[in-house]
Structures are given as structure tokens and as C-alpha cells.
């Protein structure tokens, strides 16, 4: 009896020691499972913005953008201090199309766009270097 006691505690023992950590999130909760903005290549950008129901932001500094936009782009530099300041006064029930040059700032921007509750957020993959090679409009 006794060396059963000493198996069954040494088993909880053990059991209470396992490093790996309980999941306690509710898993219908992740953001994984419900993204709020989707990386879309130039076409599928292109036909999004017309449809004119949606914002532009061009996320790239000032001396990127005076190279050339995308037309009707707003430019909020992701580099700035306020920029989720200026992300918040942008109306949460328009789409926002998102770009930067290639996609990566974008990307982030789009997540902080995610997390201050805008729902419908599309990022530019490639970028506006893209956007150009498939010789969209850009205003210079």
C-alpha cells in the first residue's frame, strides 16, 4: 500500500512540474483565428480601391511619398510619434487600404490599425514597387 501511495504521489508530483504552459485563452478569441486585415497583392488592391468606399494610407515618410503615391493616398508616416494618434481620427467603418514601399511597414501598421479596432484593413504585399511594375497610376 505504501509503495502505491509513493507511485501516485510521485505522479502528481511530476505531473504538477510539466513546463509547459496551460492554454487559458479562450481559443475562439485569438486574433489568428479571426485576422482583421488580409495582405492582398496589387490587382486585387487595385480592384479594392475602386470601389471609393475605403481610406488610403500611404505609411512611408514624406520624402518617400514626394516621390510618388498612389492617387488619393493620405500619408501617415508610421516613423512619426503620433502616428496612432492620426490612425485613431481615421473613421472605423471604412475599409483602409494600407501601403508602404514593399509591405513590411504596412504590414505593421496594419496590425496597429488591427489592435486600435479597425476591422477591415488591406495590405498592399509588394508594395507600391509593385503597384509601379504592374504600371498602375501613381501620382507624382
Not at 28 to 34: G, Q, V
Request: hydrophobic content about 40%.
Amino acid at each position: 500500500m505504501k509503495k502505491l501511495y509513493f507511485i501516485f504521489l510521485s505522479l502528481l508530483l511530476f505531473s504538477a512540474c510539466d513546463p509547459r504552459k496551460a492554454n487559458t485563452e479562450n481559443p475562439s478569441d485569438s486574433p489568428l483565428l479571426h485576422p482583421t486585415f488580409e495582405n492582398v497583392n496589387a490587382e486585387k488592391f487595385h480592384e479594392l480601391i475602386q470601389s471609393g468606399a475605403g481610406i488610403i494610407v500611404d505609411v512611408r515618410t514624406l520624402a518617400e511619398i514626394q516621390q510618388g503615391f498612389i492617387p488619393n493616398a493620405v500619408g501617415i508616416d508610421i516613423y512619426q510619434k503620433d502616428f496612432e494618434e492620426k490612425i485613431k481620427a481615421l473613421p472605423r467603418d471604412k475599409d483602409i487600404y494600407v501601403y508602404c514601399t514593399v509591405g513590411a511597414r504596412s504590414r505593421q501598421a496594419a496590425a496597429i490599425l488591427q489592435r486600435n479596432g479597425f476591422e477591415k484593413i488591406y495590405n498592399l504585399d509588394g508594395g507600391i514597387i509593385d503597384w509601379a511594375r504592374r504600371r498602375y497610376p501613381i501620382t507624382r
